[in-house]
C-alpha cells in the first residue's frame, strides 16, 4: 500500500512494504496508526557482584547495580533515542530492553503485553554495533538469505525478491545492490552502507521492535545522518524503535523524537528534546544562548557525577521533582540564559494529549510537577491511502501510571508501577496467550498482534537447505581454504609417492610401509588445522542470527556438516589414488579411502569443536596443536596399546590417531602374506608384535570407533553452539 508522510522528511518514502502493517491491529474507527502502544518498562534493575578492595586492603564482593529502578516508555512509530556519558548504561539498558540479560528485575510490556525475554526475542530485531556480515556476499544476496530466514516458506520466492528490491531502494543501495560486503582484504560497500545492511537484514521480516546499538559509531557525518533518517523512515512505518546513540549531531537530533538520559545506570531524563530545556529550568540550570540544551544537561550530570551529591540527586529529581541541592559555583543566573522560569503550569497529559489525572492536580497544587507537560514532541500528520489524515501513534492514558506525582512521594519511594518481578527460567517458555487490559478497561493487544510469528520461520530441512546454499556460496567465492588442503594433501602425495615408492618385502620395507601410514595419519591431522579460523569468524553472525531465531543452532551443525562431506571425500580420493598405486599397498582399496575419508572427517570436527570454545584463533591453534601432539604420542606408535601404563591407557581410547593408525595397518598387513623371507615374517606376525588384533572384522571396527569420535564432537559442537554461545548476559 502506498504511504507518504507530510513531515520533516517527507521527500522519503517509508518502509511500509517491508513493515508488515498487517500484523497491527486496526482502531475500531479504521486506520492502524491510531492504536496507541509502545514499550513500556517499569523498575528495570540489574545487579552485579564485584569484587572490590575494602578499608584493609582485602578483597570482599559486593553488589553493584549497573541499571537501577528505570521506569519509562518508549512510544510506538517514535525514535527513541538513549543517551548519557560513557559508562552510563546505555548498552545495557537496550540489551535489558531486548531480553538479553538473564538475571532481570523489573517488567517489560509490548503494547500493553507483557513480554517475556522469548517473546521479546521473537518480535524484535537487535543490530548490533559491529557489523558482522560475510564478506564476499553481495547485498543483495545478504539480504535475499536474511529473507530466506526470517520470512520462511510461507511467503513465496517472487514475494521475497520483491520485499528485498524494495528495501534495497528504501535503504538507499541500489548504486551497491551488486557489491560485495567487503572486508579487509577485499573492497566492498562503505562503511555507511554496510551499516544500512545490517539494519535490513534485520528488519526483513517487520519487527514490532527494532534496537540499535550505536548504529552511528565510526560513520561520518553524512552516513550517520542517512543511517538515522532511515531508522526514522522505519519508526514512521509501526515499529518501536530504540537506539543507543553517544553524540549525535544537531541533524540527527531533529530526527530523534523521545530522549532517555541515563548516567551510573539511573534515570536522568525522560522525555522529547525540546522539553529539556524546560526540565533544567524546573531544576534551576539555565541553558546558555546558543548552547544545546541535550548538552547542558550531559554537563550538568557529569558536574553532579563528580560533585559530593552524585547523580542520585538529579534521579530522584527526574522521579519525585524533589530539587537537587545547588553546587557550590554553578552558574544559575538568569542574566545571559534562556528564561524558563516562568512557564506557566500546563496540564500533566500523555503523548495522546488525556487529562488524566485533574482531580489529583487540583487537590495538590503545589506539586513541584504542576508546570510540568509531559507531552512528547508531535509527530507530523500521515494520510492513509485514501488520503484521510490521521495522527502518528501515540499511547493509552494507562500507559504512564508512572507519571502520576503528588506531594506526598518523596526520596526513595518506588514509583506506582514499580514491580518485583523478576526474569526467571520459565520466560523462556512460551506464555498462553493473554490479553492486557489498558486504564480505561478497554482490551488491550493479544499476542498474536506483536508481529511475530512462530519461534522459527522455516521448517528444519528448510533451515538447513538455506544455510547449505549460503555456504557453498561462500565457498565458492572464497576456495582457499579448501584448495589450500587439497594442495597440501597432492603435494604430500607426490612425496610419500616418491620416497617410498614400491617397498621391498624386508625388515626396511616393514619399516618404511609403517612410517608411512604413521606420517600419513600426521598429515591428514594436520590439514585439518586450517579450519580453526572458520566458525570463529562466523561466530558473531552465527550469535546475530540465532539470537531472533532465524534458524537452529542444530541445523547450522547439519549443514556445515554436510557442505564439507563433498569436499572432504575430494581430498581423501585424491591423495589415495596418488600413493595407493605408486607403493602397490596391500589390502582393498575401498578400506583405504573410507579410512582417510573417516579420518579426515573426524579430525575436522574435532577442529571444529575447538574452534568453538576458544575466544580467537590464535588460542586455537595452540590448542589443537597441543592436542595433536598427544594423540601423536598416545596412538601406538611410540608404544603400543599393551605397554602404555595403566594410568594413561584412558589417552590411547580418546586419541583419534589410534584408530586410523591400527585399521590402515591392519588392512596393509592383515593375511599370510611374508613380508620378510629371511626372518619369514607374515602379516599377522607384524600386527601381533604390534599388539593389534588379526581379527578380519576389527578393521572394520576401527572406522565405526573413528565416526563415533566424528559425531561425538560435532554433537559437543552443538551443545556449545546452544548453550554456551548466546549473546545474553548473566
Not at 582457499?480 to 625388515?507: H, I, W
Request: proline content about 5%; overall charge positive.
Amino acid at each position: 500500500m502506498a504511504h507518504q508522510h507530510n513531515g520533516r522528511h517527507g521527500g522519503h518514502r517509508n518502509l511500509e512494504t517491508v513493515i508488515d502493517m498487517s500484523q497491527q491491529p486496526e482502531k475500531p474507527g479504521g486506520g492502524r496508526f491510531g492504536f496507541t502502544g509502545g514499550l513500556e518498562f517499569t523498575s528495570l534493575t540489574y545487579t552485579v557482584v564485584k569484587k572490590q578492595r575494602g578499608a584493609g586492603g582485602e578483597w570482599e564482593k559486593k553488589d553493584v547495580d549497573l541499571l537501577h529502578e528505570i521506569t519509562g516508555y518508549a512510544p510506538k512509530g517514535c525514535v527513541t533515542a538513549v543517551m548519557g556519558p560513557s559508562g552510563a548504561g546505555k548498552s545495557t539498558f537496550l540489551d535489558a530492553l531486548a531480553g538479553r540479560i538473564a538475571s532481570l528485575d523489573g517488567r517489560v510490556a509490548l503494547d500493553g503485553v507483557e513480554m517475556s525475554p522469548s517473546l521479546i526475542k521473537r518480535s524484535s530485531a537487535y543490530v548490533m554495533q559491529d557489523d558482522r556480515l560475510f564478506p564476499m556476499l553481495t547485498v543483495y544476496e545478504t539480504l535475499m538469505f536474511a529473507a530466506d530466514f526470517r520470512l520462511g516458506s510461507a511467503v513465496s520466492a517472487s514475494d521475497k525478491k520483491l520485499r528485498v528490491e524494495n528495501l534495497i531502494e528504501q535503504l538507499g543501495l541500489t548504486s551497491s545492490r551488486n557489491t560485495y560486503i567487503g572486508d579487509e582484504g577485499t573492497r566492498g560497500v562503505s562503511g555507511g552502507e554496510r551499516r544500512r545492511v545490517s539494519i535490513g537484514v534485520d528488519i526483513i521480516h517487520g519487527p514490532a521492535l527494532l534496537f540499535l546499538d550505536e548504529p552511528t559509531s565510526g560513520l561520518d557525518s553524512t552516513s550517520a545522518h542517512s543511517v538515522i533518517e532511515k531508522v526514522h523512515d522505519i519508526a514512521c512505518a509501526g515499529s518501536t524503535v530504540v537506539l543507543t546513540i553517544h553524540q549525535p549531531s544537531s541533524r540527527i537530533l531533529l530526527l530523534l523524537d523521545h530522549l532517555i538520559i541515563l548516567a551510573r545506570g539511573q534515570l536522568m531524563y525522560s522525555g522529547g528534546p525540546k522539553e529539556v530545556t524546560a526540565h533544567l529550568g524546573r531544576m534551576g540550570r539555565k541553558v546558555p544562548k546558543g548552547e544545546n540544551s541535550i548538552e547542558h544537561l550531559l554537563d550538568v550530570i557529569q558536574e553532579y557525577d563528580q560533585s559530593e551529591f552524585g547523580v542520585k540527586a538529579l534521579a530522584e529529581f527526574c522521579l519525585t521533582g524533589l530539587k537537587p541541592p545547588k553546587l557550590t559555583g554553578a552558574n544559575n543566573a538568569a542574566d545571559g540564559f534562556s528564561t524558563v522560569s516562568n512557564i506557566p503550569p500546563t496540564p500533566i497529559t500523555g503523548p495522546g494529549g488525556e487529562d488524566f489525572d485533574h482531580s489529583l492536580r487540583s487537590q495538590h497544587s503545589k506539586s513541584p510537577w504542576s508546570g510540568v507537560q509531559l507531552t512528547p514532541p508531535r509527530r507530523p500528520k500521515h494520510k492513509d491511502q485514501h488520503g484521510r489524515s490521521h495522527n502518528p501513534p501515540s499511547l493509552s492514558p494507562g500507559f504512564h501510571n508512572h507519571h502520576r506525582y503528588a506531594p506526598e512521594i518523596v526520596m526513595g519511594t518506588p514509583t506506582p508501577l514499580s514491580s518485583a518481578y523478576t526474569v526467571n527460567e520459565d520466560d523462556y517458555l512460551t506464555p498462553t496467550h493473554r490479553v492486557a487490559a489498558n486504564a480505561t478497561g478497554a482490551p488491550g493487544v493479544g499476542i498474536n498482534a506483536l508481529g511475530h510469528r512462530g519461534k522459527f520461520a522455516n521448517s528444519y530441512v528448510g533451515e538447513v537447505w538455506v544455510l547449505m546454499r549460503r555456504n557453498f556460496t561462500n565457498i565458492w567465492r572464497t576456495p582457499e581454504l579448501f584448495l589450500s588442503r587439497l594442495m597440501v594433501l597432492t603435494v604430500m602425495g607426490f612425496l610419500m609417492a616418491t620416497m617410498f615408492t614400491k617397498p621391498k618385502d624386508n625388515t626396511q620395507g616393514i619399516t618404511n610401509r609403517i612410517s608411512f601410514f604413521i606420517f600419513t595419519v600426521c598429515v591428514f591431522f594436520f590439514s585439518s588445522n586450517d579450519a580453526v579460523p572458520a566458525f570463529i569468524q562466523e561466530r558473531f553472525i552465527f550469535i546475530r542470527e540465532t539470537s531472533h531465531n532465524a534458524y537452529r543452532a542444530s541445523a547450522y551443525v547439519v549443514a556445515g556438516l554436510i557442505t564439507y562431506l563433498p569436499f572432504l571425500l575430494l581430498q581423501s580420493a585424491t591423495y589415495a589414488a596418488i600413493v595407493w598405486f605408486a607403493l602397490k599397498l596391500h589390502g582393498q582399496f575401498l578400506y583405504f579411502l573410507v579410512m582417510l575419508y573417516a579420518s579426515l572427517l573426524s579430525t575436522n570436527s574435532f577442529v571444529v569443536f575447538i574452534s568453538s570454545v576458544v575466544p580467537n584463533f590464535i588460542l586455537g591453534y595452540a590448542a589443537v596443536i597441543a592436542f595433536t601432539a598427544l594423540f601423536f604420542l598416545f596412538c601406538g606408535y611410540f608404544l603400543n596399546s599393551h605397554s602404555i601404563p595403566m594410568g594413561w591407557k584412558w589417552m590411547n581410547t580418546v586419541s583419534t590417531m589410534k584408530y586410523p593408525y591400527e585399521g590402515l595397518l591392519m588392512n596393509e598387513f592383515r593375511g599370510d602374506h611374508v613380508f620378510s623371507a629371511s626372518l619369514r615374517l607374515t602379516g599377522d606376525d607384524i600386527l601381533r608384535q604390534l599388539a593389534i588384533s588379526t581379527v578380519e572384522d576389527r578393521k572394520w571396527w576401527m572406522v565405526l570407533y573413528l565416526l563415533g569420535w566424528a559425531v561425538f564432537y560435532r554433537v559437543l559442537f552443538y551443545l556449545v553452539l546452544r548453550f554456551a554461545s548466546k549473546n545474553k548476559r548473566k
